[in-house]
C-alpha cells in the first residue's frame, strides 16, 4: 500500500492547520473516506467546507481527551491515521502545563488506543522541532542525543514519541514520526507572524516584539511540508519499515527582526518603531522558548525529497496569504 491507496484514513485534529492541508492532500490522492475528528478548540470547520457534502469527508467533533465508544467507532474501518491533534501554542505550555500534557499526551494515548482496538496498521505523528531542546549541533539531526526539551510542549511530543516506539515494538504498528520545524502558510492562525500582522493591525507606528529579535529559526511553506510528509511515508511503506523518524524542515533559517521587517513592507507600513522585549536573560520570547532552531534534513534528501521554496520566502508567502485572505478578521 502507498500512501495514495487508502481506502479509509482518520485524520485527527483536521479542521486546524497543517491538518487541514493534509487532508486536501489525502482527498487529492483519491481516497475514498476521511474521518476528521476536531473538537474545534483550535481548528475551523471554514478549513473543511470546500469537501463536506462530496461524500469523500466526515467530521467528528470529539474530544481525544475523552475515550469512549464513539471514539473509538470513528477509527474503526481506517487502514491509516495521520495524527495531528495537539495543542500547538508553546508559550503557554510554561504556565499551564496540565493543558498540554492533556491535550497531548492523554489525547495521543487515546490515539494509539483506538488504532489497537481496530487493528490499524499505518500510524503518522506529527511531532515538533521542539523534542531537541537547545541542540548542542546545529543543524540538529534525527540522531542528536540527549534529547532534552526546554518546554512543557517539547516534553509532551517526546513523551507521545515514546508512547509511539513502544505500541510500534508491542502491537507491529508502521510508524511515521514527522519532527516538523515552523510550518507556515494559508489557514495558519498562530505564531509569530500571525502576532505581528495582529499587532500592526492594531497599532501601525509600533511593534512589540518578544524577544530580542535576534532568534533565528528554520520556516517551512505548508505545501512543502505535507508533500514532504507524504513522501516520507511512501518511502516507509515502499521499503517495509516499521518505525522512522525525519526531520521535516528548510535548509536555511530567519531570524525574528527579518521576519518583522517582512510583515511591516508587505502592509506598506512607513516608520514602525520596534520595542523588543525579551523575557530571559539571553533574550528569548518566553521561557522555554529555543532561540536556535535549524533542522539536519539529510535524512528527508536522501529519500529524495527536498525543500524548493527558502525560509525568507515562505515567509514571504504566508504573510501574502493572510493579508489577502483576511484569515485573522474572522
Known amino acids: 500500500m502507498c500512501g495514495s491507496a487508502f481506502t479509509k484514513a482518520v485524520v485527527t485534529g483536521g479542521a486546524g492547520f497543517i491538518g487541514s492541508h493534509i487532508v486536501d492532500k489525502i482527498v487529492e490522492l483519491g481516497a475514498e473516506e476521511i474521518v476528521v475528528v476536531d473538537n474545534f478548540s483550535s481548528g475551523r470547520i471554514k478549513n473543511l467546507l470546500h469537501h463536506l457534502g462530496k461524500g469523500i469527508v466526515r467530521v467528528v467533533e470529539k474530544d481525544l481527551r475523552l475515550m469512549d465508544g464513539e471514539l473509538i467507532k470513528a477509527f474503526q474501518g481506517a487502514d491509516a491515521i495521520f495524527h495531528y491533534a495537539a495543542n500547538p501554542e508553546v508559550r503557554i505550555s510554561s504556565t499551564e502545563p496540565r493543558l498540554h500534557f492533556e491535550n497531548n499526551v492523554v489525547a495521543t494515548f487515546n490515539v494509539l488506543e483506538c488504532a489497537r482496538l481496530n487493528d ?127 526531520n521535516v524542515g528548510n535548509d536555511d533559517w530567519i531570524t525574528v527582526r527579518e521576519i518583522a521587517d517582512i510583515v511591516v513592507e508587505a502592509m506598506g507600513l512607513g516608520s514602525v518603531k520596534y520595542e523588543y522585549k525579551p523575557m530571559t536573560h539571553d533574550g528569548r520570547g518566553w521561557p522555554g522558548d529555543v532561540k536556535y532552531m535549524l533542522l539536519d534534513i539529510t535524512k528527508l534528501k536522501n529519500s529524495g525529497w527536498r525543500p524548493r521554496i527558502s525560509s525568507r520566502r515562505a515567509v514571504e508567502l504566508t504573510v501574502k496569504d493572510l493579508l489577502k485572505s483576511n484569515l485573522l478578521k474572522n
Open 120 to 246: 490499524v496498521e499505518i500510524n503518522v505523528f506529527a511531532s515538533s522541532s521542539t523534542v531537541y531542546g537547545d541542540a548542542g549541533i546545529i543543524p540538529t539531526p534525527e540522531d542528536y542525543h540527549p534529547l532534552e526539551p526546554i518546554s512543557i510542549y517539547g516534553a509532551s511530543k517526546l513523551s507521545c514519541e515514546a508512547l509511539y516506539a513502544a505500541y510500534s515494538k508491542l502491537y507491529g504498528f508502521k510508524v511515521l514520526v514527522l519532527r516538523y520545524a515552523n510550518i507556515i502558510g494559508p489557514r495558519t492562525s498562530h505564531g509569530v507572524i500571525v502576532d505581528f500582522i495582529q499587532k500592526l493591525s492594531r497599532d501601525p507606528i509600533r511593534l512589540e516584539i518578544l524577544g530580542d529579535g535576534s532568534q533565528r529559526k528554520s520556516y517551512l511553506y505548508i505545501t512543502e511540508a505535507v508533500e514532504a510528509s507524504i513522501h516520507t511515508l511512501n518511502f516507509l511503506l515502499r521499503n517495509g519499515l516499521q518505525y522512522e523518524v525525519f
